[in-house]
């Protein structure tokens, strides 16, 4: 923000500073001028701000795009961090807002008050020649990026003001030369037609675009006056000038003096391989945000003594009734894992400081983090571990349509906006880390890591035995590939090993040579086959332990484990028995032989 100079124009940086008498006299004569539109936009308000959606406003008639970080002293980075928490709660009460003809829009009616109850944070502003600390600062980024787009799609300007001085590193361009002050130094303008706003942060920019029903052509204009005005250069703030005697000096607070590059990560369920990513990731001075209490599946070696850690222990409890309740209503437990991930993403967007400039969060999270804004003006990276929601909804419409008489793959499907957003994220995200190679194979910025593999000593129950089973790891549900399966077994007629409950029904095995066990009964020195054509696999927990036990597998390529016949691993189209008896029976003559690898 700018606040307008004293009466004789703003205080040349370095030659003077403001007294006593030149405080008192700006304060109380902004105090007036806010009282005064305060009553006046209490008389006469205009209506509020619709939502719109860009399907409905297809057309991009402005755009203004410009750098959110410029090369101000180290000992401003806090007040550069600050003005960006700024824009980021601004940016979200005008995103996707439809001003309407006639309708008058209101930078600070928009926006509101930047008050520090409501989150904003302390940013540079110019008052009376000085660069001063103050909560809301920096917020004139986006009036004159509005400003820019506004009369580019030739809008009428009601109100707006200019600069009279400028910080030495902010380029002055008069196309968006809108000084705000709350709350009576204001940008406002009217449209001629009915436009939407779009106003968001990227890592590194500030983009607002103006949309539109239908194409318009370019009206871009800049008045002469405003061209003719150079606003003075300030080369200094209150934080770097260090004049003792000036009434408003002050210097940096001691957090902000040891203040660096902070990394947050946004921690789900725990799993070993992203555990060990964010292990060898975490600086101290980091953040770490878990629902867990302790925080115990993330064991950092070396000097971590000043990572943050947040935990949530109480979120372990209502996940657990959550999940208990869904079971006992007969409801989707995948339904109240989104529930979940939901609440447990607002969670964590309260906890984020400010200063917070990359995050590294669980992919359950995504969507919800990207919709709350929270990403926006920082970097991040995705701990992935399931295809995206699109890739994921698609494949199951394709085994719907070859299984339709399935119950079990008509599952809870994410909401459109949920879908939308993890795509609009996943396209801006500096890096996907995943273990998975069909994951990481649809992302060019993709990371790989590696599986955590068990120990290939797995002790036999009585001595060694030969290999004689042939395992499906349940549940029997379709997208397991539970009907592929039986109709192998159908065809070949050996004995099936099923691990898990039959959710298919209680039939679906009926009249065929299965033999049912628990998980935690079965022999895995004993296991010769894992046949597995799933639709996907996400965590292939049991197929990694199995093939550290020297069995073969027999499964789809969207199971995480790569083909490589050399050692036992087959790849086979989910829904295709055909393709895999032939290699089913060759496994099936060699039965009883360990794998050699």
């Known amino acids: 923000m700018n606040a307008p100079g004293g009466k004789n124009g703003p205080t040349k940086a370095g030659t003077a500073h403001p007294g006593k008498t030149a405080v008192l006299s700006f304060l109380f004569r902004s105090t007036a001028l806010q009282s005064k539109r305060l009553v006046a ?6 209506r509020p701000l619709k939502n719109g959606n860009d399907e409905e406003f297809p057309f991009v008639v402005a755009e203004s795009v410009s750098p959110l970080r410029t090369n101000t002293d180290s000992r401003e980075r806090y007040l550069q ?22 309708d008058t829009f209101s930078f600070w009616r928009q926006v509101g008050a930047p008050w520090r109850l409501r989150g904003f944070k302390k940013g540079r502003e110019v008052r009376e020649g000085c660069v001063i600390p103050t909560t809301g ?22 109100e707006r003001h200019r600069h009279s001085a400028l910080p030495a590193d902010v380029l002055y361009d008069p196309s968006r030369d809108a000084t705000i002050f709350w709350n009576y130094v204001d940008l406002r303008f009217r449209s001629p037609i009915p436009i939407l706003f779009e106003c968001h942060l990227t890592a590194n920019e500030l983009v607002v675009r103006i949309r539109a029903k239908s194409p318009k052509p370019s009206v871009f204009r800049i008045e002469a006056a405003c061209m003719q005005h150079v606003p003075l ?41 992203l555990n060990a990513y964010v292990n060898c990731s975490v600086r101290s001075g980091d953040h770490l945000l878990t629902r867990n209490s302790s925080g115990t599946e993330l064991r950092f070696e070396g000097d ?37 991930a939901q609440l447990l993403a607002r969670t964590y967007c309260k906890h984020v400081d400010y200063d917070v400039e990359h995050i590294c969060l669980a ?7 990207w919709k709350a804004g929270s990403l926006a003006g920082r970097s991040f990276d995705v701990l992935m571990y399931r295809l995206p929601i699109n890739v994921l909804e698609e494949k199951l419409q394709r085994a ?42 649809l992302f060019k910025n993709a990371t790989r890591i590696p599986w955590d593999m068990p120990s290939r000593e797995i ?4 001595g060694d035995r030969e290999k004689d089973l042939v395992v499906f790891f349940g549940p029997t549900i379709a997208r397991k590939g539970a009907y592929a399966v039986r109709e192998i077994v159908k065809q070949l007629g050996f004995e099936l090993t099923v691990v898990g409950p039959e959710l298919e029904g209680p039939d679906f095995w009926r009249g065929l040579p299965v033999r049912r066990i628990e998980l935690a009964s079965l022999p895995w020195d004993r296991i010769h086959t894992v046949l597995q054509p799933a639709l996907f696999e996400f965590w292939p927990r049991h197929l990694l332990r199995a093939q550290a036990a020297g069995s073969h597998l027999l499964i789809s390529d969207c199971c995480g484990i790569e083909e490589n016949h050399e050692k036992g691993v087959y790849h086979v189209p989910f829904g295709d028995p055909a393709s895999a008896v032939a290699i089913m029976e060759t496994l099936l003559a060699n039965r009883g032989k360990a794998l050699c690898v």
């Not at 961090?81 to 005008?94: D, F, T």
Request: proline letters at 6%.
């Open 81 to 102: 961090v600050g003005k960006i928490e700024n824009l980021r709660l601004a940016c979200g009460q005008i995103h996707r807002k439809v001003l309407a003809p006639g």
């Open 400 to 441: 719907t349509a070859l299984y339709p008489y399935s119950k079990t793959l008509e599952e809870f499907r994410a909401p459109k906006w949920f879908a939308e957003a993890e795509e609009e994220a996943l396209r801006a995200a500096r890096s996907i880390v995943t273990p998975h190679p069909q994951i990481a194979a």
């Open 233 to 273: 250069r300030i080369e200094a703030s209150c934080y770097t000038c260090f004049k003792t005697a000036c009434l408003r000096q002050c210097n940096p607070p001691e957090e902000e003096k040891a203040g660096s590059y902070k990394t947050a990560f946004l921690v789900d369920e725990p799993q070993a391989e």
């Open 137 to 158: 600062g920096g917020l004139c980024q986006l009036s004159g990026s509005l400003l820019q787009v506004a009369i580019s799609a030739g809008c009428e300007l009601i």
């Open 41 to 46: 936009d209490t008389l006469w308000r205009d």
């Open 363 to 369: 992919q359950t999270l995504l969507p919800h983090v």
């Open 459 to 462: 002790k036999a129950v009585s």
């Open 304 to 340: 971590h003594s000043r990572l943050v850690t947040k935990a949530f222990p109480l979120f372990r409890l209502r996940r657990a009734w959550k999940l208990r309740s869904a079971v006992l209503r007969g409801g989707t437990v995948a339904k109240a894992h989104f529930e979940l």
